[in-house]
């Protein structure tokens, strides 16, 4: 069983916007059975007011997806933290969990948030700026898959230090009581050390997903506390969108 984790950047690359039909080919070459993605667009102008969900699971021949907005909005123009009670066609932004195996039950984690603006230095473009933090949340889906129920958990978590850390364990304190075993995965923004250590999960995977272009560090995971799940391939390929690559494992049971 084939379980992806990828932060699209919306669909586009770091040099151009986005093509849909680019879009949906990386995702069917991914040939996902569990497929998470962060910084997922619906009806936003620089996609093409395409739902980018949808559009992924008829790619990958998804049997169930489930997109839930973080922010109502635009990111970097005019928005608000999303409740989930939108009016459909407003423009959003988050994460989407999509599966060729069906879902048992869907659940929503909205993760806390820093309530105020902060300076904070950042390497690009390599000045403090004034950083307005983007609201973050999680879909959690319960999937009857050939190795037995998993429920499944997609995040993107804050790339702030520290307040990543704390919005991991709200997210697990809340998961603790979802049906066990569990899988979680996202980009967490934080190295696997990091992961493993504040998740108390082990990680199923170890490959630099980021810069896509030469990457160095893994900001992107596959955790699980269940100790039968191991990985019995790993990679990380270079694909035609995003500055993240994403993470591909192929899960097995052991025994």
């Known amino acids: 069983m084939k379980v992806v984790t990828f932060n699209i950047l919306h669909g586009r690359t770091c040099d151009d916007g986005v093509d849909l039909g680019r879009f949906a080919e990386c995702v069917a070459a991914l040939d996902a059975d569990i497929l998470a993605l962060q910084e997922v667009d619906s009806v936003q102008e620089r996609s093409g007011l395409a739902d980018l969900t949808a559009l992924a699971a008829e ?68 000045r403090v700026q004034v950083i307005d933090e983007e609201p973050r949340a999680a879909v959690v889906g319960q999937f009857d898959t050939p190795l037995g129920d998993l429920t499944v958990v997609n995040t993107h978590l804050s790339f702030v230090p520290g307040w990543n850390r704390l919005q991991l364990r709200r997210l697990l304190r809340d998961v603790r009581a979802l049906p066990w075993p569990r899988i979680v995965t996202g980009d967490l923004n934080m190295s696997g050390a990091a992961a493993r250590r504040h998740s108390g999960l082990r990680s199923l995977a170890t490959a630099p997903t980021f810069p896509s272009h030469a990457p160095a560090q893994q900001l992107d995971h596959v955790l699980t506390d269940d100790p039968g799940l ?19 494992v192929h899960l097995q049971r052991d025994g």
């Open 230 to 248: 191991s990985a019995k391939a790993v990679e990380a390929p270079h694909m035609a969108i995003s500055d993240h690559r994403p993470l591909v």
């Open 59 to 126: 790619a990958m021949g998804a049997r169930s997806h489930r997109f839930v907005a973080a922010i109502a909005g635009t990111p970097g123009a005019t928005w608000m933290a999303a409740t989930g009670e939108e009016q459909p066609g407003t423009a959003a932004y988050g994460v989407a969990l999509l599966s060729r195996y069906p879902a048992l039950n869907w659940q929503v984690v909205r993760l806390p948030r820093i309530p105020f603006r902060f300076p904070m230095y950042l390497g690009a473009p390599g």
